[in-house]
């Protein structure tokens, strides 16, 4: 079936450092592909999403571009800050339904 | 500000008791679904539904069941709470027609079972 596997945390930074989170996925046929955070307390929300091959969602300053020929859709910024501090969850979508990973906890230390 | 509200943010419930959690959606979508979330588990699928009185099964649906009386609410009940459902609990809701639509959670319920 499908599924979606991202790197395991807790991933430490320092402030202005460049971050990726490595996301993977295995589908069939060309689902949508989202990254949402959740911030300490709160519920998920959407971060970005792409939604065919080589589209690229960006929002906040993270990208993350759609690659087919890697089924992958990793998550990029070049400068984070501490408030950047939250798990990262990487999905798609198949039939109005999520799948999500098991998400990625990340600490940014000032 | 579209909104899915729930009930209450923490619960703290004893062995055997029925529990409901309840979320209400200002969007007007026609899914929602229920969530638990542990650590290194991410989240996982309760139930969802696609319209009123219309239910279906997610990944991990025994011990619990739910309720569409009205588009805009959806409870998951807890018939007989165990110690293993201690968990946090999250609603989220889209609207329907395609795949390319998000889905809006609620600020999540952590109930503890003991």
């Known amino acids: 079936g499908d599924s979606v596997t991202q790197m395991e945390g807790p991933v430490t930074l320092s402030e202005e450092a460049f971050l990726t989170i490595n996301c993977t996925y295995t589908a069939t046929g060309y689902p949508s592909l989202f990254w949402y955070v959740q911030y300490p307390g709160e519920g998920l929300q959407l971060l970005l999403k792409?939604?065919?091959?080589?589209d690229k969602g960006s929002n906040k300053g993270f990208e993350a571009t759609y690659r087919k020929e890697t089924t992958s859709f990793h998550l990029e910024k070049g400068s984070v800050q501490v408030s950047d501090s939250a798990v990262y969850f990487c999905a798609l979508n198949r039939d109005d339904k999520i799948i999500f990973g098991k998400g990625t906890r990340l600490h940014i230390l000032p | 500000d579209v909104k899915v509200t729930q009930s209450s943010r923490y619960l703290v419930k004893r062995t055997g008791e029925k529990v409901f959690l309840e979320c209400v959606q200002d969007?007007?979508?026609?899914?929602m679904f229920w969530y638990r979330q542990d650590p290194g588990l991410g989240l996982r699928l309760i139930y969802f539904s696609y319209d009123v009185k219309m239910k279906e099964k997610g990944d991990i649906p025994e011990g619990y069941s739910v309720s569409r009386e009205k588009k805009e609410r959806f409870s998951l009940i807890l018939e007989s709470a165990s110690t293993n459902q201690t968990s946090m609990y999250l609603c989220a809701s889209s609207s329907g027609g395609g795949p390319n639509r998000e889905q809006f959670f609620g600020p999540g319920t952590r109930l503890t079972v003991l």
């Open positions: 969007m007007d979508h026609e899914n």
């Open positions: 792409a939604t065919k091959a080589d």
